[in-house]
């Protein structure tokens, strides 16, 4: 199968982990034999103009890890204009499909990563160059474009269109299909992909030592950090042997420490700083159980990391805590409830030795490892090439 992907946005450069999910993804998908490429392009506002200074005009093609990948930068310039913009990439999309196609062939299908605006685009070229195409949907937030008169009409029209569509998370495709609201459930979920640095790690070693509760994220508010801080500090400030641990960067991680301290539990937090990514499986290791909890997350890539290195979890009853946690690997709470936050931290510590390491990692790779990734992933493309066959 060829299939080209189309994203809303890109990593830059092998320096850029901005959806760098979406490189793991084509390669799993080359992995797994099929032809894989990418086209991509950065809009760049008109009141913007330094975000261009020092990069390639016009077309940019690299090579990275097998994955073909044509890039162009294009100056986004009717901010107030509905669709404007909008015309403006598909035009620089479609520069880059023929490209494309010239030097590699057809593609068998194309594959939109979010609706606003790779989603719309990919319609147009389909309907343009008769290629069936897909589209995944990575953010909540793109709802809310539906509102919009030009993104409601067109992205509904694309949703219609699409072979198939795809939500990271099974709440995440109901509410899809409630927002869309084009007379059938269209939206179907299908896991994302679990990070390839742990696709064949070992499940961990239970650490010796104080028993620690472990965090990883960009210390944003609605990660909720200061409320595990606080669940932590009303459980555990006068427990001897247990901490918390969190790993993490962000301009908030000051009067994060600052709160550790009020709450009287500054010398039981550690607060780790930012982990590069070859050492964030050590860093998961190094916890007895990974929390997480924000107020929203869609497919939380986080928590089935924590799961593939063997570790229960605590999560908030977001899309992704509840497609992610079950009896034999964790707890739910509330959302923004520290009280019950701070309950389910007492209980999994009191029964810490009920949950299998094995098994936990077990159920992540079944769910989201790269043969189910690619499977599930294969049998749409299959389907969306045979229908425009018929």
């Known amino acids: 199968m060829h299939v080209l992907f189309v994203p809303s946005w890109y990593p830059a450069d092998a320096t850029d982990f901005s959806g760098s999910f979406f490189i793991e993804q084509a390669q799993a998908l080359a992995m797994a034999g099929h032809d894989v490429g990418v086209i991509s392009v950065k809009g760049v506002p008109v009141y913007s103009p330094a975000q261009l200074r020092g990069r390639t005009p016009g077309i940019r093609l690299s090579v990275e890890s097998e994955i073909r990948t044509y890039r162009m930068d294009k100056v986004l ?19 880059l499909l023929t490209r494309y196609i010239s030097e590699n062939g057809r593609p068998d299908v194309l594959h939109a990563h979010a609706m606003f605006p790779a989603g719309v685009v990919t319609h147009a070229l389909s309907d343009e160059f008769k290629i069936p195409f897909v589209v995944t949907e990575h953010r909540p937030s793109s709802m809310d474009r539906l ?24 709440g995440f495709a109901a509410e899809l299909n409630d927002a869309y609201n084009i007379g059938q459930d269209k939206w179907q ?14 499940t961990r070693q239970i650490p010796d030592g104080p028993f620690i509760f472990g965090h990883v994220s960009h210390l944003d508010p609605g990660k909720r950090v200061d409320m595990l801080i606080e669940a ?3 459980q555990f400030h006068n427990v001897d042997g247990v901490r918390l641990r969190i790993a993490g960067d962000s301009i908030h991680k000051a009067e ?20 590069q990514r070859k050492d964030i499986v050590a860093e998961f290791s190094s916890a007895h159980v990974f929390v997480l909890a924000s107020v929203a997350e869609a497919f939380g890539t986080v928590l089935w990391e924590a799961m593939a290195c063997g570790l229960p979890v605590v999560s908030t009853a977001t899309w992704a805590g509840k497609n ?4 034999a690997n964790g707890l739910l709470s509330a959302i923004d409830n520290r009280e019950e936050l701070g309950q389910a931290l007492v209980t999994i510590r009191e029964n810490f030795n009920s949950y299998v390491p094995e098994d936990i990692r077990a159920i992540c790779v079944d769910h989201c490892g790269r043969e189910a990734f690619t499977s599930q992933y294969e049998m749409l493309y299959t389907n969306a090439v045979q229908a425009s066959r018929r």
């Open 77 to 95: 310039p009717f901010p107030k204009v509905p669709g404007g913009n909008e015309r403006v990439l598909l035009h620089a999309w479609r520069v």
């Open 147 to 170: 509102n919009q008169k030009w993104n409601g009409v067109n992205g509904r029209r694309a949703a219609l269109a699409a072979s198939a569509l795809v939500a990271v998370a099974r």
């Open 189 to 202: 979920y299908v896991p994302g992909l679990l990070s390839p640095q742990f696709q064949d790690i070992p």
């Open 232 to 234: 932590f500090a009303e």
């Open 256 to 275: 994060l420490e600052t709160l550790a301290g009020s709450r009287g539990v500054g010398d039981k937090v550690d607060f780790v700083g930012a982990v």
């Open 324 to 327: 992610a946690v079950g009896e």
